[in-house]
């Protein structure tokens, strides 16, 4: 995949400047995004980083799980806190796919986690400062450092992508329930 959107290359180039090590955890997100999209999960994937090592990795596996709560975020910072024996993540980078919901951002701040990097906006949801600005909200006494558009244009493509053959599968098994006999 490459990044052949020229409206958000464009986007891309006006924002900070990131390393070949985010570039690195940011295409291990991707990896796990992809695990996410195997088993049918909205491919969203996350790494925690401290001090230049994964030290927690999730994809989002609510249905699976059959828990509203697991979002890859969730999943990365959970594994973290467990793999460190700290419930405070201080020090450490969230690098995810997409920009985090509501629930995610609130995880963000009780973590104490010090930076996020996300790809993709969530022009509809994002509480990063798309929808909401949760991560940086003034009444909250710890502020995270967020930069957004790293691979953003490959996370967006495989959001949409994922999204469409969705939608076609269940065009498909309308129609076919339609087409059924004694249906
Ligand atoms: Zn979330």
Redesign the pocket.
């Given at each position: 995949m490459t990044d052949s959107n020229p409206e958000l290359t464009a986007k891309m180039s006006s924002v900070t400047a990131f390393s070949s090590d985010d570039e690195k955890f940011m295409r291990r997100a991707i990896a796990l995004a992809e695990i996410a999209e195997s088993h049918n999960e909205i491919p969203v994937g996350a790494v925690v980083v401290y001090d230049g090592k994964i030290i927690g990795e999730g994809f989002n596996q609510s249905i699976m799980n059959s828990d509203p709560s697991a979002?890859a975020?969730?999943m990365a910072i959970r594994d973290a806190g467990k793999n460190i024996e700290n419930y405070r993540l201080l020090d450490c980078t969230l690098y995810v796919t997409l920009e985090?919901?509501p629930?995610?951002a609130g995880l963000l701040v009780h973590s104490r986690i010090k930076q996020l990097i996300f790809a993709s906006e969530d022009l509809k949801t994002g509480a990063a400062g798309s929808a909401f600005s949760l991560v940086n909200h003034e009444n909250h006494n710890h502020q995270i450092q967020v930069s957004d558009g790293l691979l953003a244009a490959e996370c967006s493509t495989m959001l949409s992508a994922f999204f469409k053959r969705r939608r076609a599968e269940k065009k498909a098994e309308k129609q076919a329930r339609k087409n059924a006999p004694n249906a």
């Open positions: 979002h975020e969730m985090p919901c629930m995610c």
